[in-house]
């Protein structure tokens, strides 16, 4: 009986699994980072709405020679809404870089004086910016992490603190995320 139970089971879920796991990986807007699958039957987000959207990352990258897990999601909820039909025009993203992802933000040199490495979240964070996303770091981490302003890479702009950039968003309409 258990055998022919099993057997059920598994020439009823077989076809589903094969599809699933049969995905291609999608990258609608950042073409090299935060990999996507389409999912059949979803629900998506409105297509016509304007999505303003300000991630709170301070997610702190253990294993310095890879991207930033936090940095990758943003680039997830990117190629996510896209993937979801969401013009890329109606997609305003910023994020607000403090604590544990600060040196997210380093030159490569800065990166090697610390790390030994270059950082590898540097392209990301290129093609983040290319994209449109506004990437800030907080000023208060920085001093506080003893960094130079001179060893902050260019596509960041600098920010009071991560406080007031997400309160200053969140009065402009963005939706605050938290990414830990």
């Given at each position: 009986?258990l055998?022919?139970?099993l057997?059920?089971f598994?020439?009823?879920?077989?076809?589903?699994?094969s599809?699933?796991s049969a995905?291609?990986t999608?990258f609608?807007?950042?073409k090299?980072y935060g990999?996507?699958?389409?999912?059949?039957?979803?629900?998506?987000?409105?297509?016509?709405?304007?999505?303003?959207?300000?991630?709170?990352?301070?997610?702190?990258q253990?294993?310095k020679s890879?991207?930033n897990?936090?940095?990758?999601?943003?680039?997830?909820?990117i190629?996510?809404?896209?993937?979801?039909?969401?013009k890329?025009?109606?997609l305003k993203?910023?994020?607000?870089?403090?604590?544990?992802a600060?040196?997210?933000?380093?030159?490569?040199?800065?990166?090697?004086?610390?790390?030994?490495?270059d950082?590898p979240?540097?392209?990301l964070?290129?093609?983040?910016?290319?994209a449109?996303?506004?990437?800030?770091?907080?000023?208060?981490?920085?001093?506080?992490?003893?960094?130079?302003?001179?060893?902050?890479?260019?596509h960041?702009?600098?920010?009071l603190?991560?406080?007031t950039?997400?309160?200053?968003?969140v009065?402009?309409?963005?939706v605050p995320?938290?990414?830990?």
């Amino acid at each position: 009986m258990l055998k022919k139970l099993l057997l059920t089971f598994t020439v009823l879920i077989l076809p589903f699994i094969s599809e699933v796991s049969a995905q291609d990986t999608n990258f609608p807007i950042i073409k090299n980072y935060g990999g996507i699958f389409e999912i059949p039957n979803s629900v998506n987000p409105n297509a016509d709405q304007e999505y303003k959207i300000v991630v709170d990352l301070k997610t702190l990258q253990r294993d310095k020679s890879s991207i930033n897990p936090g940095l990758n999601n943003v680039a997830r909820m990117i190629n996510l809404h896209a993937l979801g039909g969401v013009k890329h025009e109606n997609l305003k993203v910023s994020v607000a870089i403090h604590g544990g992802a600060t040196d997210v933000t380093l030159t490569d040199e800065a990166y090697q004086k610390r790390y030994e490495m270059d950082n590898p979240n540097l392209p990301l964070l290129t093609e983040l910016k290319e994209a449109g996303v506004e990437l800030y770091v907080c000023g208060q981490s920085l001093i506080a992490r003893q960094y130079a302003f001179d060893e902050i890479h260019e596509h960041i702009t600098f920010g009071l603190s991560m406080l007031t950039v997400v309160t200053t968003h969140v009065h402009d309409g963005y939706v605050p995320l938290v990414f830990d």
